[in-house]
């Protein structure tokens, strides 16, 4: 069970959040007023994962209204949509993020609000109930993937997909820690997770503290692994499925699946429905962040490539639906044809 909170709210109107970024040397809190801050936590991945940076969101937009010096409702909305213009340019591919500000913005434009007391009551509400309903998503996800998992079960895990990355109990990894609550054996080969190394950080540090036995790989091992080992499922989190199942998340999932498919290896993608965008008809239309450089070339203090030497740092892929086994959601497991499944499940 994890006892740390990646996100909370605190009654005197702050937003605290883990800096994922100094873990697992360091648990640090960092408290919010100004959601302008929220926004650069968001950019500069404190807080990251395609739920919790839409949690995240939301409450930037309940400290936007908390402090918005707005008199009349107006004033108010107005600001509000302010904030909400500058939450979302903060990353662009978790589909999450907007997810989550239309609710709140949704919430705050109800004509039935009379006051600016209402709306802030109103705005907080919504963003009380994204974090609610992460979290049980979470859970149910991780019960309806149980079938799924053999005793025994050697699995690999890509980037961080646990606690922090959710809110509650995670997506992907929660299938293995859910298996591992319910007594079956299992172990977890932990992709690293070039460049941020999500896996090796994150993901080893969750996964120690709900007890689950795992060793740490580098994303290059994978297909080496699955050849020589022997690998009975691969799953990976989203933060944006097309309308045709194709999945973008974390560089290195596409050819992870490409390993798996090759290996005869079941590949699940595992996410709520708030990750799923029936906007976009398929991967190609998704938005792939480009981050800086740096973050290859680099490591912390430490140059790494020759100096001004350049680096290509796409932060997701877009693994196709042909390479996806089924898709584990907190409504249920969707198998292909994707297109039509994920129509009826959205419906
Ligand atoms: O860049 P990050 O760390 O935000 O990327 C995270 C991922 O790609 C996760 O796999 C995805 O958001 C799902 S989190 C349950």
């Not at 009654?11 to 873990?23: H, M, N, P, S, V």
């Not at 108010?76 to 907007?98: I, W, Y």
């Not at 992460?134 to 980037?159: M, T, W, Y």
């Not at 820690?177 to 460049?195: C, I, L, N, S």
Request: hydrophobic share 45%; proline share 5%.
């Amino acid at each position: 069970m994890n006892t740390y909170h990646a996100i909370e709210w605190l009654a005197e109107g702050k937003l605290r959040l883990i800096d994922q970024r100094r873990l697992p040397q360091e648990l640090v809190y960092c408290d919010y007023t100004d959601y302008h801050e929220v926004a650069l936590a968001i950019r500069d991945m404190v807080v990251r994962g395609a739920p919790a940076i839409g949690i995240t969101a939301g409450y930037g937009m309940a400290l936007a209204a908390l402090y918005s010096p707005a008199t009349d409702v107006e004033a108010l909305r107005a600001d509000l949509c302010a904030a909400d213009a500058v939450l979302r340019a903060a990353r662009p591919t978790a589909v999450n993020l907007f997810w989550a500000l239309e609710r709140v913005l949704r919430r705050a434009a109800d004509p039935t609000l009379p006051t600016v007391a209402a709306i802030r009551e109103a705005v907080l509400a919504e963003a009380h109930a994204i974090y609610a309903f992460e979290a049980e998503s979470n859970f149910r996800i991780g019960q309806n993937a149980l079938p799924l998992v053999p005793d025994g079960a050697k699995i690999i895990h890509h980037c961080n997909t646990g606690p922090l990355a959710t809110g509650e109990y995670g997506t992907a990894l929660r299938v293995i820690t859910a298996a591992h609550e319910a007594g079956k054996r299992v172990f977890a080969y932990v992709d690293e997770t070039r460049p941020r190394l999500q896996g090796a950080r994150l993901t080893a540090w969750e996964l120690q503290q709900w007890g689950v036995p795992f060793t740490i790989i580098v994303d290059g091992a994978a297909a080496h692994i699955m050849r020589t080992v022997g690998i009975d499922l691969c799953v990976v989190g989203c933060d944006r499925i097309a309308a045709n199942g194709d999945t973008a998340n974390k560089i290195g999932t596409y050819s992870l699946a490409l390993a798996a498919k090759a290996h005869n290896v079941p590949f699940y993608v595992v996410g709520p429905t708030s990750t799923i965008d029936m906007t976009l008809a398929s991967g190609d239309d998704i938005v792939i962040e480009q981050r800086p450089a740096e973050e290859i070339t680099r490591f912390e203090a430490c140059q790494i490539a020759p100096a001004d030497a350049s680096a290509t740092n796409p932060a997701f892929d877009v693994t196709p639906a042909a390479y996806i086994t089924a898709i584990i959601t907190e409504r249920g497991v969707i198998y292909p044809p994707f297109k039509e499944n994920l129509a009826r499940l959205m419906a």
